[in-house]
């Protein structure tokens, strides 16, 4: 039987994250680590240091009122970048601009954010508000 690497009981607002797989694999621990560390490097710059809630999104929802598209077409759009270079990567063994891993880990958290944004859509679609920063037209935040 494989040793934990770290504990897979993590508390989150009150209760336990219980992840076993992740903990008894070197690599997929090193990997959600990486993905972790990018959420909140990343996050930083595209929310202003609040890295919670529905801030985690609002760059999405504020690409999509100044392009005039969906939140999750702009979402679609930053995650379709890491997409093709792992596609790539799968076809030619190599990519040139940054390592691949990056280029994984970024995909995964992608889809964590697309996780999280159909949850606060089906929240709005249930009548519940959920603050949301806009920008008009100008780039400026309503």
């Known amino acids: 039987m494989s040793e934990l690497l770290f504990s897979s009981t993590t ?3 009150s209760e336990y994250l219980h992840v076993p797989h992740i903990a008894k694999d070197r690599d997929f621990h090193e990997a959600i680590i990486a993905c972790d560390k990018l959420l ?3 996050g930083n710059d595209y929310v202003g240091g609040n890295k919670t809630g529905i801030d985690r999104l609002r760059n999405f929802y504020d690409g999509a009122a100044f392009l005039g598209q969906t939140p ?3 979402l679609g759009v930053y995650f379709y970048k890491h997409i093709t270079a792992i596609f790539t990567f799968l ?4 990519v040139e601009s940054e390592p691949i891993e990056g280029r994984m880990h970024d995909a995964i958290n992608y889809l964590l ?3 999280k944004m ?3 859509e089906k929240e709005k679609a249930n009548g519940h508000s959920v603050p949301v920063a806009i920008v008009d ?5 309503k």
């Not at 076809?91 to 190599?94: E, P, S, V």
């Open 11 to 13: 508390q989150v607002d």
């Open 40 to 42: 909140t490097t990343k």
């Open 72 to 74: 999750f077409q702009v």
């Open 91 to 94: 076809k030619k063994g190599k």
């Open 113 to 115: 954010l697309a996780l």
């Open 118 to 120: 159909v949850a606060v």
């Open 137 to 141: 037209n100008q780039g400026l935040v």
